[in-house]
């Protein structure tokens, strides 16, 4: 069972974020306030959970959040302020649009850039311990996804559908065939032997 608040205060936010770890579009990220009264058993990190699932809980989840906001920060502020960075933008681009504004903040992982007039928390695993970031990192995970299923129909030949952007070996070998397109974070290591190539 998750733990539901780390500050006592009413208005705990969380925040997660989802493809971090991928060589084709956006990194995505979601924040949320919780009632303090929520609770349901299934809500875990995205990771851990079918597909399925996850997106019967997004609904239950936006149809409880007091506020909730997703962020995507694309390809090209990912290469012009490192990853690290883009993943805390959208972190912090989607806390500040809540409303009502969180009287505390809670972050899964171990880097974040303090809001002003905002006190945080960052907890390792916080998307295994807590059930806000849980939640969070549901939110985040079926967005990204989503924008990931919309523009496969756009490159269906790097089948996004399936692998989402992550560094597969069939997403590897698309580029290798069709070299990479505009949603591709070309600063990445897209290619194991990219430097021997010539796009």
Known sequence: MLLKNFSG???????????????????????????????NELINDSKKITNKLRYTLRDI???????????????????SINILHASIKAMQDSVMALQPFPEFLIIDGNRFTAI???????????DMKYLNIAA???????????????????????NWKQNKGYPTKQHREAIKEFGPCKYHRNGFKLLADQLSLDF
Do not use: W
């Open 9 to 39: 205060l009413h208005l705990e936010a969380a925040t997660d974020e989802a493809g971090r770890g991928c060589i084709a579009g956006p990194v995505t990220a979601a924040a949320v306030i919780l009632p303090p009264d929520f609770e």
């Open 61 to 79: 989840i936006i149809d409880s959040a007091i506020t909730y906001k997703v962020t995507h920060i694309d390809e090209h502020t990912i290469e």
């Open 116 to 126: 002003e007039n905002l006190a945080h928390q960052c907890i390792i695993k916080g």
């Open 136 to 158: 969070a990192s549901i939110l985040a995970k079926t967005a990204r996804d989503d924008y990931m299923d919309m523009i496969h129909e756009e490159f269906p030949m790097y």
